[in-house]
């Protein structure tokens, strides 16, 4: 999975001084290359797109997550190949709710389960094995900022290309995912997302549906953002990001969606206050440009966004979560730990409930609604971490960029049901281990990882003041006794004391 080392020499690849691999010769293929191919196949190859030939239906991204969970795992019966071993906060994590969904799994198949139930169970089982196989395999193989920088990049342009389908959606009504059908591939119900609300198209672009469209968006805004700004500081590529930022950022807007307008936000609220001042001045006037633009190129467009959470209290999909609510609540008492089983909770048939924790609560129970939690706090974790630890301006920003990424899917769980969808899992998971796979690369910089306490130097004058008092008594004391050895001085001459006032009162 991370190798990177020349052939001849046989030996691991280890990490030069910005976190890249130097092995003697050009890289070769390894886990960054993999998970390359993956994020660029959940997002150019429509959703709605199977294997041929298969009892199950089975995406192509899924398959790739399977194949990169075999990858990883024989990777780490050798030690010749650079792939990382060892804990890792998100790779902890990854590993608890694989176990707490096999649990799960094991308690809901242990009794009767009706046929679609179990089959939807035994699809939503392979379905997380393979996102999660895919987030190990990215925070053990992904070695380097070279390489975390290609991965990143690479799903900046698998979404933009999703976007920018979905601009097409909106704005003509051409529907290109009708021509992607590859060879080998076959349909999975309805081709084309694209829906309605208030006169206005919803697209969906390659991805399942209008709000999964708009939180992949969403959730790639910062980091095209990263990259364009990183051009601007330290030369090198910026129009391209730029570009990109721009198509994500008003396919964001033109989903329609009340989740990746909270999922932009979430992200401003994240990035805004780590820039400088002065950029960060020019970023808000950046924003505000953003909206009015939007407004004048697409009238109504802004307004009717606004209309989505000033009139929430009148609206069919806000009216149909609060029922998801009751609904929910007479199936979680039932089975409380573990839940009643990962995907037995058929919409269909049950009803909707948008709303991943409640799901999750529902059906993993509250030991899997902690862990999913974990999740995304160990991903935050592990990319603010790396950003306290670094020194490396582009590390730093590329931490909090990071954080602000798994936020957006973070928040966003509440307001739809994240897992359901495999495009936006697939990234999610993508960018916890890219959090976890940054952690790494700092820990292996030369000179070792700084404490995250502060130095005597920078510890409060109150706590300095203190301590040196401390340190004055004790050389006080040194003084008095007259000797190296305090204890023995002040001992005797309390001993004389002693037999002095004892032999005066026999006296």
């Known amino acids: 999975m991370g190798k990177t080392a020349d052939k001849k020499s046989g030996a691991g690849a280890k990490p030069g001084v910005d976190g890249e691999f130097i092995a003697g010769g050009k890289s070769k293929a390894d886990g960054a290359t993999i998970a390359c191919v993956y994020a660029l196949a959940m997002t150019v190859i429509p959703a709605a797109l199977v294997i041929k030939g298969l009892p199950m239906a089975l995406a192509p991204g899924v398959a790739i997550g399977l194949v990169m969970g075999v990858l990883w795992f024989c990777a780490q019966m050798v030690t010749t190949l650079g792939v990382a071993k060892g804990r890792n906060a998100a790779r902890t994590a990854l590993f608890l709710f694989t176990t707490s969904q096999l649990a799960t799994y094991g308690y809901a198949t242990y009794g009767y389960l009706p046929a679609d139930e179990l089959a939807a169970a035994d699809r939503t089982l392979i379905t997380v094995m393979a996102v999660v196989a895919v987030g190990i395999a990215v925070i053990d193989g992904v070695r380097g900022l070279d390489r975390i920088d290609k991965l990143l990049k690479t799903m900046v342009v698998g979404a933009t290309f999703m976007a920018f389908v979905g601009i097409l959606q909106f704005q003509f009504a ?14 999975n119900g309805t081709m084309s997302y694209v829906l309605e609300r208030s006169n206005f198209r919803r697209p969906a672009g390659t991805s399942g549906h209008p709000i999964e469209f708009g939180v992949v968006c969403a959730m790639t805004v910062p980091i095209a953002l990263h990259y364009a700004l990183r051009g601007v500081d330290f030369g090198g590529q910026k129009k391209r990001w730029w570009l990109c930022l721009a198509i994500l950022a008003v396919a964001s807007m033109q989903s329609l969606s009340r989740s990746a307008i909270l999922g932009l936000a979430i992200a401003a609220i994240f990035i805004v206050p780590a820039m400088a001042p002065k950029r960060r001045v020019r970023a808000l006037w950046g924003i505000l440009g953003f909206v009015v633009a939007m407004r004048v190129m697409v009238p109504g467009l802004v307004g009717t966004l606004l209309s989505l959470f000033t009139s929430i209290s009148v609206d069919p999909s806000a009216e149909s979560r609060r029922r998801a609510v009751e609904r929910a609540g007479k199936e979680i008492p039932e089975h409380l730990l573990l839940g009643r089983g990962l995907g037995t909770y058929l919409p269909e048939k049950y009803g909707w409930l948008d709303n991943q924790y409640l799901g999750t ?4 129970g509250a030991i899997g609604l902690a862990l999913l939690i974990f999740i995304y706090l160990a991903g935050m974790y592990c990319a603010f971490r790396a950003r306290l630890a670094s020194k490396d301006p582009r ?3 590329l931490g909090v960029t990071l954080a602000a990424c798994i936020a957006v899917p973070g928040i966003s769980s509440a307001t739809f049901d994240l897992i359901g969808f495999a495009v936006a899992t697939g990234y999610t998971f993508l960018l916890i281990g890219a959090a976890g796979a940054l952690w790494r690369t700092v820990q292996e910089q030369p000179g ?3 404490r995250l306490l502060p130095t005597t130097a920078q510890r409060p004058r109150r706590l300095q003041r203190r301590q040196h008092r401390g340190s004055s008594s004790a050389r006080s004391g040194k003084a008095s006794d007259g000797s190296g050895k305090p204890g023995e ?10 037999s002095t006032r004892s032999s005066s009162t026999a006296q």
């Open 395 to 397: 590390i730093r920003d």
């Open 489 to 498: 001085r002040a001992g005797s001459a309390t001993d004389a004391r002693r």
């Open 448 to 450: 070792g990882i700084p």
């Open 361 to 364: 609560l529902v059906q993993n």
């Open 174 to 187: 051409l529907d290109l995912t009708e021509y992607l059908v590859l060879p080998g591939l076959r349909p």
